[in-house]
């Protein structure tokens, strides 16, 4: 059974910082990709970023050089460090476990999500 708890949400001024954090209870977790998905109130849900079982790593534009993902295998947890926020990142964060395939990612299982805020 697949179950991703996320953490880390909260409110911030626009300019700060958060660091999201997954657990994640998976099997074989080290060869597994994750990746961050948004929702904000009225729109779709948008790919932030990815990250593979080497580490390889893909941002959404609007996120880039502002946002790092990372893994720690050996605590099966996956982590989305975001700086310099603004308050169109406002949003709720899934955490989600998928796969590659012919290099787009497709996401398989999802958390229920944490809130993030970014007040003007």
């Known amino acids: 059974q697949v179950q991703l708890v996320e953490s880390g949400g909260g409110l911030v001024q626009a300019g700060g910082s958060l660091r999201l954090s997954c657990a994640a209870s998976?099997?074989?977790?080290?060869?597994?990709?994750f990746g961050w998905y948004r929702q904000a109130p009225g729109k779709q849900r948008e790919l932030v970023a990815t990250?593979?079982?080497?580490?390889?790593?893909d941002y959404a534009d609007s996120v880039m050089g502002r946002s790092t993902i990372s893994r720690h295998n050996s605590e099966n947890m996956v982590y989305l460090q975001m700086n310099s926020l603004k308050p169109e990142d406002t949003a709720v964060y899934y955490c989600?476990?998928?796969?590659?395939?012919?290099?787009?990612?497709?996401?398989?299982?999802w958390g229920q999500g944490t809130q993030v805020t970014v007040g003007s």
């Open positions: 998976v099997s074989s977790f080290n060869i597994k990709a």
């Open positions: 990250i593979g079982a080497t580490g390889r790593t």
């Open positions: 989600n476990v998928g796969m590659y395939n012919f290099g787009r990612y497709y996401p398989e299982y």
